[in-house]
Protein backbone atom coordinates (compact mmCIF):
# COMPACT_ATOMS: atom_id res chain seq x y z
CA UNK A 1 0.00 0.00 0.00
CA UNK A 2 1.63 3.87 -0.56
CA UNK A 3 1.84 5.54 2.06
CA UNK A 4 -1.32 7.75 3.13
CA UNK A 5 -0.08 11.48 1.91
CA UNK A 6 -0.67 13.70 4.84
CA UNK A 7 -0.97 16.56 2.73
CA UNK A 8 -4.15 15.01 1.03
CA UNK A 9 -6.35 14.68 4.21
CA UNK A 10 -7.20 16.94 7.57
CA UNK A 11 -5.10 15.98 10.25
CA UNK A 12 -7.15 14.77 13.53
CA UNK A 13 -10.31 14.16 11.62
CA UNK A 14 -11.95 10.51 11.12
CA UNK A 15 -15.32 8.99 10.40
CA UNK A 16 -16.57 5.42 11.13
CA UNK A 17 -19.56 4.02 9.57
CA UNK A 18 -21.98 1.47 11.20
CA UNK A 19 -23.46 0.12 8.51
CA UNK A 20 -26.42 -2.19 9.81
CA UNK A 21 -28.03 -5.13 7.30
CA UNK A 22 -31.10 -6.40 7.48
CA UNK A 23 -33.22 -9.00 5.33
CA UNK A 24 -36.00 -9.87 6.83
CA UNK A 25 -34.98 -11.67 10.12
CA UNK A 26 -31.80 -10.42 11.51
CA UNK A 27 -30.06 -7.49 12.55
CA UNK A 28 -26.58 -7.47 11.28
CA UNK A 29 -23.24 -4.85 11.16
CA UNK A 30 -20.91 -4.87 8.46
CA UNK A 31 -16.76 -5.62 9.93
CA UNK A 32 -13.40 -5.42 8.56
CA UNK A 33 -10.56 -7.77 9.61
CA UNK A 34 -7.07 -6.20 8.85
CA UNK A 35 -4.29 -7.83 7.23
CA UNK A 36 -2.46 -10.05 9.32
CA UNK A 37 -3.69 -9.05 12.35
CA UNK A 38 -6.57 -10.24 13.63
CA UNK A 39 -8.16 -6.77 14.04
CA UNK A 40 -11.76 -6.16 13.46
CA UNK A 41 -12.98 -2.84 13.08
CA UNK A 42 -15.40 -0.97 11.37
CA UNK A 43 -14.96 0.93 7.91
CA UNK A 44 -13.57 4.56 8.13
CA UNK A 45 -11.90 6.87 6.54
CA UNK A 46 -10.39 10.33 6.53
CA UNK A 47 -11.46 13.80 5.20
CA UNK A 48 -9.38 15.55 2.14
CA UNK A 49 -8.77 19.27 2.47
CA UNK A 50 -11.15 20.36 -0.37
CA UNK A 51 -14.02 17.86 0.04
CA UNK A 52 -16.87 18.63 2.32
CA UNK A 53 -17.66 15.83 5.47
CA UNK A 54 -20.35 13.97 4.09
CA UNK A 55 -18.44 13.75 0.32
CA UNK A 56 -15.64 12.22 2.49
CA UNK A 57 -17.85 9.63 4.11
CA UNK A 58 -19.82 8.66 0.80
CA UNK A 59 -16.32 8.49 -1.43
CA UNK A 60 -14.39 6.52 1.27
CA UNK A 61 -17.48 3.75 1.79
CA UNK A 62 -17.41 3.26 -1.43
CA UNK A 63 -13.53 3.08 -1.98
CA UNK A 64 -13.07 1.00 1.11
CA UNK A 65 -16.57 -1.28 1.08
CA UNK A 66 -18.07 -0.98 -2.55
CA UNK A 67 -20.72 0.14 -1.48
CA UNK A 68 -22.24 3.34 -2.98
CA UNK A 69 -25.42 5.57 -2.96
CA UNK A 70 -26.15 4.47 0.66
CA UNK A 71 -27.70 6.62 2.93
CA UNK A 72 -25.65 7.51 6.13
CA UNK A 73 -26.46 9.78 8.66
CA UNK A 74 -24.23 11.29 11.22
CA UNK A 75 -24.68 10.44 14.83
CA UNK A 76 -22.00 11.23 17.34
CA UNK A 77 -19.29 12.76 17.22
CA UNK A 78 -15.84 10.79 19.17
CA UNK A 79 -13.41 12.54 21.11
CA UNK A 80 -12.02 10.56 24.16
CA UNK A 81 -8.74 10.45 25.03
CA UNK A 82 -8.62 7.11 24.72
CA UNK A 83 -9.08 5.92 21.17
CA UNK A 84 -5.67 7.32 20.30
CA UNK A 85 -3.40 4.27 20.10
CA UNK A 86 -0.41 5.14 18.21
CA UNK A 87 0.99 1.61 18.67
CA UNK A 88 -1.62 -0.25 17.29
CA UNK A 89 -1.94 2.01 14.16
CA UNK A 90 1.82 1.48 13.44
CA UNK A 91 1.32 -2.11 13.96
CA UNK A 92 -1.67 -1.93 10.98
CA UNK A 93 0.73 -0.12 8.78
CA UNK A 94 3.77 -2.32 9.06
CA UNK A 95 1.89 -5.36 8.46
CA UNK A 96 1.08 -3.31 5.16
CA UNK A 97 4.73 -2.87 4.14
CA UNK A 98 4.28 1.36 5.57
CA UNK A 99 7.23 2.19 7.61
CA UNK A 100 6.20 5.72 9.22
CA UNK A 101 8.47 7.73 11.51
CA UNK A 102 6.93 8.88 15.48
CA UNK A 103 5.32 11.68 14.35
CA UNK A 104 3.67 10.72 10.96
CA UNK A 105 -0.01 11.89 10.98
CA UNK A 106 -1.61 8.70 11.37
CA UNK A 107 -0.26 8.30 14.78
CA UNK A 108 -1.61 11.79 15.98
CA UNK A 109 -4.93 11.85 17.90
CA UNK A 110 -8.07 11.69 15.88
CA UNK A 111 -11.46 12.56 16.63
CA UNK A 112 -14.13 10.64 14.68
CA UNK A 113 -17.56 11.63 13.48
CA UNK A 114 -19.68 8.53 13.70
CA UNK A 115 -22.09 7.70 10.90
CA UNK A 116 -24.70 5.24 10.71
CA UNK A 117 -27.04 3.90 7.55
CA UNK A 118 -29.59 0.45 7.84
CA UNK A 119 -30.15 -1.26 4.30
CA UNK A 120 -30.85 -4.69 2.83
CA UNK A 121 -27.89 -6.80 3.16
CA UNK A 122 -29.17 -9.13 0.23
CA UNK A 123 -29.23 -6.12 -2.29
CA UNK A 124 -25.53 -5.46 -1.30
CA UNK A 125 -22.01 -7.14 -2.21
CA UNK A 126 -19.39 -5.49 0.14
CA UNK A 127 -15.97 -5.58 -1.35
CA UNK A 128 -12.67 -5.78 0.83
CA UNK A 129 -10.07 -3.09 0.05
CA UNK A 130 -6.13 -3.12 0.17
CA UNK A 131 -6.06 -2.70 4.15
CA UNK A 132 -7.93 -5.58 4.78
CA UNK A 133 -8.22 -9.43 4.76
CA UNK A 134 -11.88 -9.71 4.71
CA UNK A 135 -15.41 -7.62 5.33
CA UNK A 136 -18.59 -9.39 6.15
CA UNK A 137 -21.81 -9.20 7.94
CA UNK A 138 -21.93 -9.88 12.09
CA UNK A 139 -25.06 -10.93 13.38
CA UNK A 140 -25.18 -7.35 16.32
CA UNK A 141 -26.06 -10.17 19.43
CA UNK A 142 -21.98 -11.57 18.40
CA UNK A 143 -19.67 -8.82 17.52
CA UNK A 144 -15.95 -9.35 18.37
CA UNK A 145 -13.65 -6.96 20.16
CA UNK A 146 -12.94 -4.24 17.74
CA UNK A 147 -10.05 -2.13 17.48
CA UNK A 148 -9.81 1.55 18.96
CA UNK A 149 -13.37 2.58 20.88
CA UNK A 150 -15.29 0.69 17.82
CA UNK A 151 -17.62 -1.30 19.69
CA UNK A 152 -18.84 1.93 21.97
CA UNK A 153 -19.08 3.31 18.50
CA UNK A 154 -21.52 0.56 17.86
CA UNK A 155 -23.04 0.76 21.17
CA UNK A 156 -24.29 4.04 20.74
CA UNK A 157 -24.91 3.78 16.68
CA UNK A 158 -27.50 0.96 17.90
CA UNK A 159 -29.49 3.47 20.45
CA UNK A 160 -29.62 5.86 17.83
CA UNK A 161 -30.83 3.53 15.30
CA UNK A 162 -33.34 2.23 18.24
CA UNK A 163 -34.21 5.61 19.38
CA UNK A 164 -35.29 6.65 16.13
CA UNK A 165 -36.74 4.28 14.36
CA UNK A 166 -40.19 5.80 14.05
CA UNK A 167 -39.06 8.74 12.25
CA UNK A 168 -36.44 7.28 10.30
CA UNK A 169 -37.60 3.89 8.96
CA UNK A 170 -39.28 5.31 5.54
CA UNK A 171 -35.89 6.24 4.15
CA UNK A 172 -34.18 2.98 5.21
CA UNK A 173 -36.05 1.92 2.04
CA UNK A 174 -36.01 -2.06 4.20
CA UNK A 175 -40.15 -2.22 3.33
CA UNK A 176 -41.91 -3.00 -0.16
CA UNK A 177 -43.84 0.13 -1.59
CA UNK A 178 -47.11 -1.66 0.23
CA UNK A 179 -46.42 -4.24 3.62
CA UNK A 180 -48.43 -5.82 5.90
CA UNK A 181 -48.71 -4.71 9.88
CA UNK A 182 -46.70 -7.66 10.50
CA UNK A 183 -44.07 -7.22 7.90
CA UNK A 184 -43.46 -3.83 9.86
CA UNK A 185 -43.31 -5.57 13.19
CA UNK A 186 -40.78 -8.13 11.68
CA UNK A 187 -38.59 -5.12 10.91
CA UNK A 188 -39.09 -3.40 14.64
CA UNK A 189 -38.89 -6.84 16.81
CA UNK A 190 -35.28 -7.42 14.90
CA UNK A 191 -34.04 -4.30 15.55
CA UNK A 192 -35.23 -3.75 19.46
CA UNK A 193 -33.74 -7.44 19.22
CA UNK A 194 -37.45 -8.57 21.64
CA UNK A 195 -40.89 -9.59 20.79
CA UNK A 196 -43.72 -6.93 20.51
CA UNK A 197 -47.77 -7.68 21.32
CA UNK A 198 -49.20 -7.37 18.28
CA UNK A 199 -52.14 -5.39 19.36
CA UNK A 200 -50.06 -2.53 20.93
CA UNK A 201 -47.41 -2.33 18.51
CA UNK A 202 -50.44 -1.52 15.81
CA UNK A 203 -51.83 0.65 18.03
CA UNK A 204 -49.09 2.35 18.35
CA UNK A 205 -48.14 2.17 14.92
CA UNK A 206 -51.71 3.91 13.63
CA UNK A 207 -50.90 6.64 16.15
CA UNK A 208 -47.62 7.83 15.04
CA UNK A 209 -49.90 9.04 11.50
CA UNK A 210 -46.35 8.84 9.14
CA UNK A 211 -49.02 5.31 7.66
CA UNK A 212 -51.32 5.64 4.86
CA UNK A 213 -53.51 2.26 4.83
CA UNK A 214 -54.66 0.79 1.57
CA UNK A 215 -58.21 -1.10 0.28
CA UNK A 216 -58.20 -4.38 0.66
CA UNK A 217 -57.71 -6.59 -2.27
CA UNK A 218 -60.54 -8.90 -2.13
CA UNK A 219 -59.24 -11.63 -4.62
CA UNK A 220 -59.78 -14.93 -4.60
CA UNK A 221 -62.88 -14.45 -2.05
CA UNK A 222 -60.49 -14.39 1.25
CA UNK A 223 -61.75 -11.77 3.23
CA UNK A 224 -59.36 -12.44 5.87
CA UNK A 225 -56.33 -10.86 3.52
CA UNK A 226 -54.69 -8.04 5.37
CA UNK A 227 -54.87 -4.64 4.97
CA UNK A 228 -51.25 -2.92 2.89
CA UNK A 229 -49.98 0.36 4.22
CA UNK A 230 -47.48 2.57 2.99
CA UNK A 231 -45.63 5.48 4.57
CA UNK A 232 -47.28 8.48 3.92
CA UNK A 233 -44.57 10.94 1.76
CA UNK A 234 -44.54 13.41 3.95
CA UNK A 235 -43.61 11.38 6.87
CA UNK A 236 -44.34 12.82 10.31
CA UNK A 237 -47.00 15.48 10.49
CA UNK B 1 -4.85 39.26 23.40
CA UNK B 2 -2.18 36.85 23.39
CA UNK B 3 -1.54 34.93 20.02
CA UNK B 4 -3.09 31.36 20.62
CA UNK B 5 -0.70 28.82 20.68
CA UNK B 6 -0.95 26.16 17.79
CA UNK B 7 0.59 23.54 19.99
CA UNK B 8 -1.63 23.82 22.60
CA UNK B 9 -4.82 22.74 20.05
CA UNK B 10 -6.15 20.42 17.56
CA UNK B 11 -5.92 21.99 14.78
CA UNK B 12 -9.09 21.71 12.29
CA UNK B 13 -11.55 21.01 15.14
CA UNK B 14 -13.83 23.65 16.75
CA UNK B 15 -17.02 23.48 18.71
CA UNK B 16 -20.13 26.03 18.54
CA UNK B 17 -22.57 25.89 21.48
CA UNK B 18 -26.44 26.82 20.75
CA UNK B 19 -27.14 27.75 24.15
CA UNK B 20 -30.95 28.40 24.59
CA UNK B 21 -32.45 30.70 27.46
CA UNK B 22 -36.39 29.80 28.56
CA UNK B 23 -37.88 31.15 31.72
CA UNK B 24 -42.01 30.74 31.65
CA UNK B 25 -42.46 32.94 28.25
CA UNK B 26 -40.03 33.23 25.46
CA UNK B 27 -37.25 30.78 24.05
CA UNK B 28 -34.26 32.80 23.78
CA UNK B 29 -30.42 32.42 22.69
CA UNK B 30 -27.15 33.57 23.40
CA UNK B 31 -24.61 35.38 20.91
CA UNK B 32 -21.50 36.92 21.32
CA UNK B 33 -20.90 40.53 19.43
CA UNK B 34 -16.95 40.34 18.45
CA UNK B 35 -14.67 43.36 19.36
CA UNK B 36 -15.30 46.34 16.94
CA UNK B 37 -17.09 44.60 13.90
CA UNK B 38 -20.40 44.48 14.40
CA UNK B 39 -20.19 40.33 13.77
CA UNK B 40 -22.68 38.30 16.02
CA UNK B 41 -21.91 34.43 16.06
CA UNK B 42 -22.65 31.67 18.67
CA UNK B 43 -19.84 31.01 21.68
CA UNK B 44 -17.01 28.31 20.61
CA UNK B 45 -13.93 27.04 20.94
CA UNK B 46 -11.38 24.51 20.48
CA UNK B 47 -9.84 20.85 22.04
CA UNK B 48 -6.52 21.21 23.82
CA UNK B 49 -4.81 18.31 23.09
CA UNK B 50 -4.39 16.55 26.15
CA UNK B 51 -8.68 16.96 26.69
CA UNK B 52 -11.59 15.28 25.42
CA UNK B 53 -13.91 16.80 23.47
CA UNK B 54 -16.60 16.95 26.36
CA UNK B 55 -14.30 18.93 28.75
CA UNK B 56 -13.23 21.22 25.93
CA UNK B 57 -17.06 21.91 25.54
CA UNK B 58 -17.36 23.01 29.14
CA UNK B 59 -13.61 24.62 29.70
CA UNK B 60 -14.47 26.89 26.65
CA UNK B 61 -17.54 28.01 27.11
CA UNK B 62 -16.81 28.85 30.91
CA UNK B 63 -13.80 30.72 29.85
CA UNK B 64 -15.93 32.36 27.41
CA UNK B 65 -19.17 32.99 28.75
CA UNK B 66 -18.89 32.41 32.34
CA UNK B 67 -21.06 29.78 32.99
CA UNK B 68 -20.52 26.77 34.87
CA UNK B 69 -22.18 23.30 35.32
CA UNK B 70 -24.33 23.45 31.85
CA UNK B 71 -25.71 20.47 30.64
CA UNK B 72 -24.54 20.39 26.65
CA UNK B 73 -25.08 17.83 24.49
CA UNK B 74 -23.64 16.85 21.04
CA UNK B 75 -26.44 17.34 18.18
CA UNK B 76 -24.53 17.42 15.14
CA UNK B 77 -21.27 17.77 13.34
CA UNK B 78 -20.47 20.25 10.44
CA UNK B 79 -18.05 19.63 7.37
CA UNK B 80 -19.05 22.04 4.76
CA UNK B 81 -16.54 23.97 2.80
CA UNK B 82 -18.91 27.28 2.90
CA UNK B 83 -17.61 28.07 6.59
CA UNK B 84 -14.37 27.94 5.61
CA UNK B 85 -13.32 31.91 5.46
CA UNK B 86 -10.23 32.60 6.22
CA UNK B 87 -10.20 36.70 5.35
CA UNK B 88 -12.92 36.73 8.43
CA UNK B 89 -11.09 35.36 10.75
CA UNK B 90 -8.18 37.73 9.74
CA UNK B 91 -10.38 40.65 10.16
CA UNK B 92 -11.36 39.20 13.97
CA UNK B 93 -7.59 38.56 14.77
CA UNK B 94 -6.41 41.99 13.86
CA UNK B 95 -9.50 44.17 15.65
CA UNK B 96 -7.77 41.60 18.44
CA UNK B 97 -4.83 43.59 17.72
CA UNK B 98 -3.36 40.01 16.66
CA UNK B 99 -0.89 39.87 13.83
CA UNK B 100 -0.93 36.46 12.05
CA UNK B 101 0.65 34.95 9.03
CA UNK B 102 -1.22 33.61 5.73
CA UNK B 103 -0.44 29.94 7.02
CA UNK B 104 -1.78 30.41 10.48
CA UNK B 105 -3.89 27.36 12.13
CA UNK B 106 -6.88 29.68 13.04
CA UNK B 107 -6.83 30.70 8.94
CA UNK B 108 -7.73 27.17 7.91
CA UNK B 109 -10.34 25.12 7.24
CA UNK B 110 -12.18 23.79 10.72
CA UNK B 111 -14.80 21.16 11.08
CA UNK B 112 -17.05 22.26 14.01
CA UNK B 113 -19.14 19.97 16.30
CA UNK B 114 -22.30 21.27 17.59
CA UNK B 115 -23.78 21.09 21.52
CA UNK B 116 -26.55 22.74 22.64
CA UNK B 117 -28.31 23.40 26.32
CA UNK B 118 -31.38 24.49 27.85
CA UNK B 119 -31.39 26.51 30.60
CA UNK B 120 -33.40 29.21 32.55
CA UNK B 121 -31.83 32.31 32.01
CA UNK B 122 -32.62 33.91 35.02
CA UNK B 123 -30.32 32.07 36.83
CA UNK B 124 -27.26 32.35 35.11
CA UNK B 125 -25.01 35.77 34.72
CA UNK B 126 -22.90 35.40 31.02
CA UNK B 127 -20.11 37.33 30.89
CA UNK B 128 -18.11 38.57 27.78
CA UNK B 129 -14.96 37.29 27.32
CA UNK B 130 -11.48 38.94 25.90
CA UNK B 131 -12.72 38.83 22.21
CA UNK B 132 -16.24 40.10 22.58
CA UNK B 133 -17.52 43.67 23.06
CA UNK B 134 -21.08 42.02 24.24
CA UNK B 135 -22.91 38.68 25.27
CA UNK B 136 -26.55 38.35 25.27
CA UNK B 137 -29.94 36.57 25.10
CA UNK B 138 -31.63 37.42 22.22
CA UNK B 139 -35.05 36.36 20.87
CA UNK B 140 -35.26 33.15 18.60
CA UNK B 141 -37.65 34.56 15.95
CA UNK B 142 -35.40 37.60 15.92
CA UNK B 143 -31.73 36.31 15.46
CA UNK B 144 -29.23 38.81 13.73
CA UNK B 145 -27.19 37.63 10.90
CA UNK B 146 -24.48 35.65 12.39
CA UNK B 147 -20.79 34.70 10.93
CA UNK B 148 -19.66 31.69 9.13
CA UNK B 149 -22.44 28.87 9.14
CA UNK B 150 -24.03 30.01 12.31
CA UNK B 151 -27.29 30.46 11.77
CA UNK B 152 -27.44 27.10 9.60
CA UNK B 153 -26.48 25.58 13.19
CA UNK B 154 -29.40 27.55 15.17
CA UNK B 155 -31.95 26.29 12.71
CA UNK B 156 -30.31 22.65 12.95
CA UNK B 157 -30.15 23.41 17.07
CA UNK B 158 -33.53 24.21 17.25
CA UNK B 159 -34.63 21.47 14.64
CA UNK B 160 -33.11 19.13 17.31
CA UNK B 161 -34.35 20.88 20.45
CA UNK B 162 -37.98 20.74 18.68
CA UNK B 163 -37.75 16.93 18.02
CA UNK B 164 -36.11 15.38 21.33
CA UNK B 165 -37.93 17.82 23.46
CA UNK B 166 -40.09 14.55 25.03
CA UNK B 167 -37.12 12.73 25.86
CA UNK B 168 -34.98 15.67 27.07
CA UNK B 169 -37.41 17.34 29.02
CA UNK B 170 -35.98 15.92 32.57
CA UNK B 171 -32.46 16.94 32.08
CA UNK B 172 -33.42 20.85 31.13
CA UNK B 173 -34.39 21.55 34.93
CA UNK B 174 -36.66 24.16 33.85
CA UNK B 175 -39.61 23.49 35.87
CA UNK B 176 -40.09 23.23 39.66
CA UNK B 177 -40.03 19.53 41.22
CA UNK B 178 -43.46 19.64 41.16
CA UNK B 179 -45.76 21.07 38.19
CA UNK B 180 -48.74 21.52 36.63
CA UNK B 181 -49.95 20.46 33.60
CA UNK B 182 -50.33 24.28 32.44
CA UNK B 183 -46.94 25.24 33.09
CA UNK B 184 -45.57 22.04 30.84
CA UNK B 185 -47.60 23.55 28.46
CA UNK B 186 -46.09 26.79 28.61
CA UNK B 187 -42.46 24.99 28.08
CA UNK B 188 -43.73 23.44 25.11
CA UNK B 189 -45.58 26.22 23.80
CA UNK B 190 -42.70 28.66 24.06
CA UNK B 191 -39.67 26.28 22.54
CA UNK B 192 -42.25 25.40 19.33
CA UNK B 193 -43.32 28.28 18.89
CA UNK B 194 -47.11 27.30 18.36
CA UNK B 195 -50.28 26.89 20.35
CA UNK B 196 -51.09 24.04 21.28
CA UNK B 197 -54.36 22.33 22.11
CA UNK B 198 -54.52 21.45 25.78
CA UNK B 199 -56.91 18.07 25.62
CA UNK B 200 -54.53 17.21 23.05
CA UNK B 201 -51.18 18.30 24.95
CA UNK B 202 -52.37 16.48 28.12
CA UNK B 203 -53.29 13.60 26.27
CA UNK B 204 -50.32 12.90 24.72
CA UNK B 205 -47.89 13.80 27.61
CA UNK B 206 -50.06 11.32 30.05
CA UNK B 207 -49.04 8.54 26.64
CA UNK B 208 -45.50 9.37 27.03
CA UNK B 209 -45.53 7.58 30.48
CA UNK B 210 -42.70 10.18 31.71
CA UNK B 211 -45.41 11.99 34.19
CA UNK B 212 -46.21 10.79 37.54
CA UNK B 213 -49.37 12.11 38.95
CA UNK B 214 -49.71 13.16 42.96
CA UNK B 215 -52.70 13.67 45.12
CA UNK B 216 -54.30 17.19 45.00
CA UNK B 217 -53.34 19.38 47.99
CA UNK B 218 -56.90 20.59 49.63
CA UNK B 219 -56.32 23.16 51.21
CA UNK B 220 -58.55 26.21 51.75
CA UNK B 221 -61.66 24.25 50.28
CA UNK B 222 -60.62 24.67 46.61
CA UNK B 223 -61.92 21.63 44.58
CA UNK B 224 -60.47 23.04 41.56
CA UNK B 225 -56.65 23.28 42.35
CA UNK B 226 -54.77 21.48 39.60
CA UNK B 227 -53.14 18.45 39.85
CA UNK B 228 -49.16 18.14 40.42
CA UNK B 229 -47.34 16.20 38.31
CA UNK B 230 -43.17 15.41 38.71
CA UNK B 231 -40.86 13.33 35.75
CA UNK B 232 -40.54 9.97 37.02
CA UNK B 233 -37.06 9.72 38.19
CA UNK B 234 -36.44 6.47 35.56
CA UNK B 235 -37.76 9.61 32.71
CA UNK B 236 -38.63 7.44 29.63
CA UNK B 237 -40.07 3.97 29.80
Avoid at 150 to 161: P, Q
Avoid at 167 to 189: A, C, D, G, H, I
Wanted: overall charge negative; aromatic content about 12%.
Amino acid sequence: MPKPDPALYLPHIAYDSAIFGFSGEKLKILLMEYHNTGWFALPGGFVKTEETLDEAVSRGLKERTGLEEIYLEQFHTFGSLERWKPETMKTILKEQNVQVDADFWLLDRFISIGYYALIDYEKVEPAKDLLSDSIGWYNVEEIPELLFDHNHIVVKALEHLRTHLDQKLLSFNLLPERFTMKELQNVYEAILGENLNRANFQRKMLSLGILERHEKLFSGGSHKAPYLYSFKKSGID
